[in-house]
């Protein structure tokens, strides 16, 4: 599903270059449920952002489901997001005056769907997650894990090949955060492609396959 | 899609009421404004017109005064007379129209019918007179050639001559009153839009008036009519006109004073060039304020966008496109400067509406109010200043990175 090569990638701030990535090389295959690990300033975000094509790398090669994402422009860039990766955030990222059921349906808005359809698939994900009852609910009036469940709803709509969390679970309590886990668990089930960036050993634990990260580079697999 | 679109930008609308309030205020109110001095500068032009009304306005009329310099042997100070052959000269002239003379009967004289009595004008004037004054005959007939002609005592009264002469009921036409001892035979009345008192005027015919008063041929007055709306022509008919009669009356060409030539046209075409610049100065002013009205819309447009930089990362991490982002702002702007501005619009009409009917119409000011193509053009002017307004801030906003949105926080 994701084949990094070589991957480099270098900040520069003043006369100074901050090499952020350095010949990354990843496998991912399809249907793995893989967490990156590193301290603050490892390059997992970068990393993240390169994979979720929120950000470009200087050289290597990056393939996504056997295509090259390289030298996009924002538009395209766009696209790949809307169609190819779902994204979970930590701070869950719902736009506060929309609705549950709005903002499951916004990716779907920019792939140009009829809003009735939109909304209709939108119930369906809710219910997936558990949460149809609260379609009508703002964000502000759901609690930090229904949100997050509705972030996941949201990021699932648009059947992307690629399910890419940052800290997922950074701002959920222990229990909501396995609760979490164990969704993620049932979508890896039916075969979806899972990403989770954290630095909490017991969520990393959860997942099939841990990658380190230090200094910009890929340290250990653990399988 | 369009729907949907709206939708997007009336929700994010309504998430900030006082803002959007605030500044759909600013530029309601630069529309007024402009609504407004639109409808007052029209209001002044209207009464100008109005003032204009009463009288042929390409028209060039000529009064004999006194020489003021030596000429061809004659002293200063010598009166100008002019005669009925004046009035056929200059009225060969090419672009004149129609001819009349005007033979004043001294001061206001009393006229009488029967037991009833007032003082009136009474001018002796040719047929073609009722051209330059619009005289509008309400009954009977104006006078004709034969009148003048045969010089017969024939009156044509005003209406308010009418009102005071004759009863209600009475037909004046073929009713005769009395001027200076002698009876005149009313062949028609008419009405000015000169007001009451043009109303308040008698026309004899001009050789009556000549023989009342022994002066044969002598006119006071010459009126004549253009074929011409050009200013430029008109001044140069007017030229030739007084050149034509300084030569017929041993006049120095110098002299300024002995012959007062008034063009009606070029006064006219002074004041519609004032009129010009005063519509320029509004429209400054107007789009002045419509101007700061739509900087504030701007303003508020890059501040929301600053607040929403989080919301716009997010959107273009989930696949809105730049264009999107930069469709969504400008349509937000959009719809704040067109609704707002028309309300604006809308309310001005309203006040000149309101206005124009509860204030009588003064000397030089009448009828406020601005027609349906400047209230077309102002929708238009703010729709290109709303584009305008919503430019700058829609492309910082297409410059989002949609990496916001991965960053802890707010």
Redesign the interface.
Known sequence: MIRLEKINKSYRSGNTALHVLRDVDLHIAPGEFVSIMGSSGSGKSTLLNVLGILDRYDSGQYLLDGQLVKGLGEREAARYRNRFIGFVFQAFNLLPFKTALENVALPLYYQGVARRARNALALEYLDRVGLRERADHLPNELSGGERQRVAVARALITRPKLLLADEPTGALDTETSYRLMELFGELHRDGLTIVIVTHEHDIAERTERTIRMRDGKVTAEVA | ?IL?AA??IL??L??NKLRTFLTALSVAWGTFMLTLLLGAGRGLENGVTWEFRDDAVASIWVRPSQTSLPYAGRRPGRDVRFSNDDLEVVDRLAGVEHASGRFYYWGQLSVARGSRRASFDIRGVHPDHRHLERTEITHGRFLNDRDVVEGRKVAVIGSEVRKMLFAEHEEPIGEYIEIRGLSYLVVGVFEDQGGQDEQRKIYVPISTAQAVYREPGRLHHLLFTLTTEDVATSQRIADTMLTLLMERHDVHPDDRRAIRIQNNLERFGKITEVFTWIRAFVWIVGCGTLLAGVIGVGNILLISVAERT??IG???????????IVGMILVEGLVITVTSGYAGVVLGVGVLALVSNAIPAAPFFRNPGVDLEIALGAVALLALSGALAGLVPALRAARV???V??R???
């Open positions: 899609m949907e939708r997007e929700s994010a309504r998430h989080k919301e997010i959107r273009k991490a989930l696949g809105a496109t730049p264009f999107s990175d949609p990496m949105a991965l802890e926080g707010d």
